[in-house]
């Protein structure tokens, strides 16, 4: 299905490694002019180098670390020079500590609340005003199925990010005059890094085996295994289209059934 995305321009942040990877792959296979944000540029060498392979007209790696606005701004800035423009931003971030409310004190919920929701509050401030100069744009805010069925010791990402899904939907009411699609992912468990990271950290808190940990965060999930991270990009690259037209101010899970409320 060919999605007319050739041209396009793209901002992906945290786009090294998970689930920002596998977005900014799916982008740039489908044409689209992505630029990579992280920490690191050396990490995105990789990335840079996947995306040109497919075919992509060009990938450009940033330096943004998204807990810093004036980062944000100059990264953003940055590709706009570039690229002439914004058509996409996929808002991605670090995901906060796992623990339990009774194991995290009020330093832990201020760098969640940095990390998680000042972040994308100061990527939707860069972006907004390049979009509704440019004629309109999608925005796809990446959260978690735990804003739709809690996640046990998942606290920080339960809460923090049912803000951010507070704000993709007052932007897509907001903004939908100017033609500006926003709309928020709720990932389930899908083999990326960060999945590992969890299944380590359940396997320690609940000395178990690493199979036993990791069936604990299948044992949820009707199709009964971890998603590919290219289940995610592909969606991603589908809402972008014009195929997705019509979706704003809605939370999708990608969770293999996980998420069972309407």
Do not use: H
């Not at 906060?96 to 401030?125: C, H, K, N, T, Y």
């Amino acid at each position: 299905m060919e999605l007319g995305l050739t041209g396009k321009r793209a901002l992906v942040t945290a786009a090294s490694r998970g689930l920002g990877r596998a977005a900014a792959l799916s982008l740039g296979r489908e044409g689209a002019r992505v630029a990579l944000a992280s920490r690191s540029t050396a990490a995105l060498d990789e990335v840079a180098a996947s995306i040109a392979a497919q075919g992509s007209p060009e990938a450009l790696p940033l330096v943004m670390d998204v807990t810093d606005p004036a980062q944000v701004e100059a990264g953003v800035k940055a590709a706009v020079a570039q690229f002439g423009g914004l058509d996409i931003l996929v808002a991605n971030g670090p995901g906060p500590a796992a623990g339990s409310f009774s194991e995290l004190d009020l330093d832990a919920w201020r760098r969640a609340l940095d990390e998680v929701v000042i972040s994308m509050v100061a990527l939707a401030q860069q972006v907004v005003p390049v979009m509704r100069a440019g004629g309109g744009g999608r925005i796809l805010f990446v959260t978690t199925v735990g804003v739709k069925v809690v996640q046990p010791k998942m606290v920080l990402s339960n809460a923090t990010r049912l803000a951010v899904l507070g704000l993709a939907k007052t932007l897509s009411e907001e903004f939908a005059p100017d033609n500006i699609l926003v709309n928020a992912l709720c990932p389930g468990p899908i083999a990326t890094d960060r999945m590992r990271e969890l299944i380590a950290d359940t396997q320690a808190r609940e000395n178990l085996t690493e199979s036993q940990a990791e069936a604990v965060w299948l044992d949820e999930v009707p199709l009964g295994r971890m998603g590919r991270p290219e289940d995610f990009g592909d969606l991603v690259a589908m809402l972008c289209s014009q195929a997705g037209s019509f979706v704003t101010g809605a939370a999708l899970a990608v969770d293999g059934g996980k998420s069972r409320a309407y």
